[in-house]
């Protein structure tokens, strides 16, 4: 079987039949070799007959959330390709033609876009449709280097083998992020369509809630980003405080009328162990998302982890403890040519603010070069029971040679009180 049209439901009992229909149609008008699959989440309006008397295949679903129903529509699936799409009705499920024609030239993923399809008057609420879309949507380009428009269209194709592949796992709204940013960062081919949004056909409002997932849709983002979440503003904190630092390790420094001095030395030395410890963040979410097969491995991180070892960690963690011991020495220093009597503090501290730092930083360094080494840490056979077992060299080496995406589907998500339905 060539294509399954899954529509998740929960209580769609005024427009899935209209939409079974609509897709069945389609499928016959085309000679496409499909089916209709409806995952049903629970309704008690009915859904369930009207789906199935309209021409559907129901699958029941008991994990609440609409990710699950998806994931539970996508794994009963026959078809080697999957559409899926709301049944509200806001979709048109007659013009599914584009997103069958761009899996069949190669397309791993197709979506939909309804700011050049068309939205229909009154078909989304104007916060969604000029902040919340375009602000997540730039995010999600900006993150994931993807070029889709329209991240949160809910009319999308893709190989249900990938899919699967994938580990898809989230249970809510944020599930449809999940979906292109993981055929984004795993490097599958992904294409957009033009698709149009009408004005859904229920007399309710909507299962969707714009601030919790929003929020849910953001928090995705931001979770599977690391590069974004603690490394680009680790590194920025970093420079700003060693720039700042640098700056006030002499004197004062006056812009305008505006005079720095020892208080903006120690909120510098506070970025930098901030930015520092962001910084090592990255590097642990990056080694265990590699490690476990949710995110993608990049050369750069290849490169590092080659490279990197326990006892390079130990050596610059070193390198920071003794330029801050040799700094407190100074200090001390200081303090004996005072006669250990009182010390002007806007001297005092130019010397101890930055020893202290490097302190910190040497501990931080030390305590994470020691995590990461954890984190590396792969089962192997020992050799001594197993002849030709893998040692810890090609233990690292199997982690930098991790395939990108899981070989088996992740297990049923929990259920999640996140809702069904139609996205806007």
């Given amino acids: 079987m060539e294509l399954t049209v899954v529509m998740p439901c929960l209580n ?4 899935v039949e209209t939409c079974v229909r609509k897709a069945v149609a389609c499928l016959a008008e085309h000679g496409i070799d499909g089916e209709v699959l409806v995952a049903d989440n629970g309704s008690t309006d009915g859904s369930q007959a009207l789906a199935e008397a309209a021409g559907a295949r129901v699958v029941h679903v008991t994990s609440k959330g609409y990710g699950n129903a998806l994931l539970g529509g996508i794994r009963a699936a026959r078809g080697e390709y ?3 799409g709301d049944a509200d009705d806001s979709y048109d499920f007659t013009s599914l033609l584009p997103f069958v024609e761009e899996l069949r030239a190669g397309a791993d993923l197709v979506m939909g876009n309804r700011f050049k399809g068309g939205i229909a008057k009154g078909a989304m609420p104007p916060l969604h449709r000029y902040l919340g879309n ?5 995010v999600g ?15 999308r194709g893709f190989r249900r083998d990938v ?4 580990g898809l796992q989230s249970s809510g709204m944020e599930f449809a992020s999940e979906l292109v940013v993981k055929f984004t960062t795993f490097g599958y081919k992904v294409t957009e369509v033009p698709t149009t949004l009408a004005v859904d056909g229920r007399s309710r409002p909507p299962h969707l809630n714009t601030w919790r997932d929003g929020w849910r849709h953001l928090r995705f983002l931001m979770l599977y980003s690391p590069r974004w979440l603690f490394l680009i503003p680790g590194l920025l904190l970093m420079a700003l405080g060693l720039a700042a630092g640098i700056a006030l390790s002499t004197g004062p420094v006056t812009v305008g009328e505006i005079a720095f001095d020892v208080d903006t030395l120690v909120g510098a030395s506070a970025m930098m162990v901030i930015g520092f410890q962001a910084v090592l963040f990255a590097l642990f979410t990056k080694s265990y998302g590699v490690a476990e097969g949710f995110l993608p491995p990049t050369d750069r991180m290849r490169s590092f982890l080659r490279s990197w070892s326990l006892e390079r960690g130990l050596i610059i963690s070193g390198v920071l403890a003794v330029a801050g011991l040799a700094g407190l020495v100074a200090s001390v220093a200081h303090w004996k040519l005072r006669s250990f009597g009182e010390l002007d503090p806007r001297e005092s501290l130019r010397l101890v603010v930055p020893s202290a730092t490097a302190l910190m930083m040497s501990f931080q ?21 197993e002849p030709g077992a893998a040692d810890e060299s090609t233990v690292q080496d199997a982690l ?21 339905g139609g996205r806007d």
């Fill in 82 to 84: 999957v559409i899926m």
């Fill in 134 to 138: 375009p602000v997540l949507s730039f």
């Fill in 163 to 166: 899919a699967l592949s994938l």
């Fill in 12 to 15: 769609e009992a005024e427009t």
């Fill in 141 to 155: 380009r900006l993150f994931f280097k993807s070029r889709i428009g329209d991240f949160h269209c809910g009319l």
């Fill in 400 to 420: 930098h040679a991790r395939p990108a995406a899981p070989a088996a589907p992740a297990a049923e998500p929990a259920a999640d009180a996140a809702g069904l």
């Fill in 365 to 385: 360094a030390l305590l994470g070069t020691f995590f990461l080494s954890i984190l590396n840490i792969r089962r192997a056979s020992h050799p001594a029971t």
